[in-house]
């Protein structure tokens, strides 16, 4: 009679801590993405850019009045060595052609994450939305924007998504895409210079860099440790250094002042090497913070 007691007791603890187990509230992992604040500070030098302000570069005085770059291939790098591109809402544009009729023309489907800064206007922080949460060791993207996505028509964007950053300006300053068929403008800087020979008056002489087709993007790796939340937003600041871009030009040669990179070779000989020089040097301008 004991025993069986004794078994009857067992059993009834065994099954009030099962059940006290089974009303155990259990909290799911949160997986779900969040997003990224990736800012792009302008600097030049130590100060802040600024397009009132005169700046000494190449020991000239400089004033800059137009500063933007395309961000695109935007790549995090876990902590396990593996990578997670970032990519957004696709949309589906026909490429342009060269004499503006895209009828025809064959579809590309665009999933990239592309990010537009405009320093001129401030425009130093951007969102990249639905990024994978976990922890990161750093960040890979390309300054410019590699085939097939140079390809699209930004006034075909501009008609279907008015408010994506491949999107047409047309604005003639601000103009982010060459309608002939080249694509888009990867970096404008523009600005007037002292060009006499102390290059240390009032800048008075207009110099621009408009820089854009295949073979001219510069590719970034930055190595910083940071955390994506699910369901929140993070941050991640890195430096875009005018200075660092602009170092080694000579600003007395007229030929130095201006690049648009596709104009034709035998007229601006100087063209093509120049934008070289200055997305070489754009690889060297951006650092994180």
């Not at 970032?86 to 949309?91: F, N, S, W």
């Not at 922890?135 to 993207?141: K, P």
Request: some cysteine.
């Amino acid at each position: 009679m004991m025993t069986s007691f004794r078994s009857f007791l067992v059993c009834a603890i065994c099954g009030i801590a099962l059940f006290a187990s089974s009303c155990q509230t259990v909290t799911p992992v949160d997986n779900s993405p969040g997003t990224l604040a990736l800012t792009v500070t302008p600097t030049v030098g130590s100060q802040a850019f600024d397009t009132t302000k005169t700046f000494s570069i190449n020991n000239r005085n400089v004033r800059f009045t137009l500063g933007q770059i395309y961000v695109s291939n935007i790549t995090l790098v876990k902590s396990d060595g593996s990578t997670v591109k970032l990519t957004t809402t696709p949309i589906s544009i026909r490429s342009a052609s060269a004499t503006g009729d895209t009828t025809n023309a064959a579809a590309i489907s665009v999933t990239e994450q592309v990010l537009f800064y405009q320093h001129h206007r401030g425009t130093n922080a951007k969102t990249a939305d639905n990024v994978p949460s976990g922890q990161y060791t750093g960040i890979r993207f390309t300054v410019g924007i590699e085939n097939p996505t140079n390809l699209i028509d930004a006034s075909e964007v501009a008609r279907l998504s008015p408010q994506h950053p491949l999107a047409l300006i047309t604005n003639a300053a601000e103009r982010n895409w060459w309608s002939w068929n080249s694509g888009y403008i990867f970096a404008k800087m523009e600005g007037v210079v002292d060009t006499s020979v102390a290059g240390t008056g009032t800048p008075n002489v207009r110099w621009f860099y408009h820089i854009g087709s295949t073979g001219f993007t510069a590719p970034i790796s930055i190595t910083k440790n940071f955390e994506i939340k699910s369901g929140q937003s993070s941050a991640l600041s890195l430096t875009f250094d005018y200075a660092k871009v602009l170092a080694g030009i000579d600003w007395r040669n007229a030929q130095d002042r201006s690049t648009m990179c596709i104009r034709p070779a035998a007229a601006f000989p100087n063209d093509r090497p120049l934008g070289t020089k200055i997305m070489t040097n754009v690889a060297t301008a951006i650092t994180a913070q």
